[in-house]
């Protein structure tokens, strides 16, 4: 039962590239959210998405796009990566809210 | 805007009881959960309050008055795995949920 999937786990970038995360989840979840966590902090909502179809900026959107893929699959994009994005981030999905399943993470860093 | 308050650091020793609280400040507000977080590792769920009162969940118990707009997460018995981050996040309904800052506990032999 892998639950919520991220891919890939570690990532460096260089100022300027771009890259997509990608995130999958086996538990037939409407809800799908990507955050961000600094040393220290706690996490910050990037974007969500209610539903398939859906997407909404959350707390810290700016240099993100996303997409929902399908239920199973929603990516995280980063056009320009900047130092400024260098953080772990965390998918994950609930079904009603209350209750969120997170992956495992991935470290990106942005030199 | 939505805000919410949990102190940065808590210190308690083996076998005790510690209690981690949380007030909050949003524009809805339908439920306060908690998040347990290892260093290294990722969040997972402990507990979820939607209604006054406390909930108990083995070794963890949480609390919740809406009136007050406050919470608290009790740990008992404390053990040394339980040295960990430990965040609290209100379900704002739009399947929106947002974190607190998080309470670093060290538990201590």
């Known amino acids: 039962n892998a639950g919520v999937t991220q891919t890939p786990k570690f990532q460096v970038l260089k100022t300027g590239q771009s890259m997509t995360l990608q995130c999958a989840q086996d538990m037939n979840h409407n809800s799908m959210y990507w955050y961000r966590q600094d040393p220290g902090m706690g996490l910050r909502l990037i974007y969500y998405s209610a539903s398939e179809g859906t997407t909404d900026k959350g707390e810290v959107p700016n240099g993100y796009n996303v997409s929902r893929l399908n239920k199973r699959e929603f990516s995280l994009r980063l056009e320009s990566a900047a130092p400024s994005q260098t953080s772990v981030y965390f998918c994950a999905s609930s079904e009603a809210g209350q209750e969120a399943f997170f992956g495992q993470g991935t470290r990106l860093t942005v030199v | 805007g939505q805000s919410l308050e949990q102190p940065s650091e808590v210190t308690a020793v083996e076998g005790a009881i510690v209690q981690i609280n949380c007030t909050y400040q949003?524009?809805?507000?339908?439920?306060l959960s908690w998040y347990q977080q290892h260093d290294g590792g990722a969040p997972t769920f402990l507990s979820y309050n939607a209604l006054d009162g406390l909930e108990e969940t083995g070794r963890f118990s949480s609390f919740l008055s809406r009136s007050d707009s406050y919470g608290y997460l009790l740990l008992q018995e404390l053990q040394m795995k339980d040295s960990a981050s430990y965040f609290c996040a209100t379900y704002t309904g739009g399947f929106k949920t947002i974190f607190g800052a998080g309470t670093r506990l060290f538990v201590k032999a």
């Open positions: 949003t524009s809805g507000f339908y439920g």
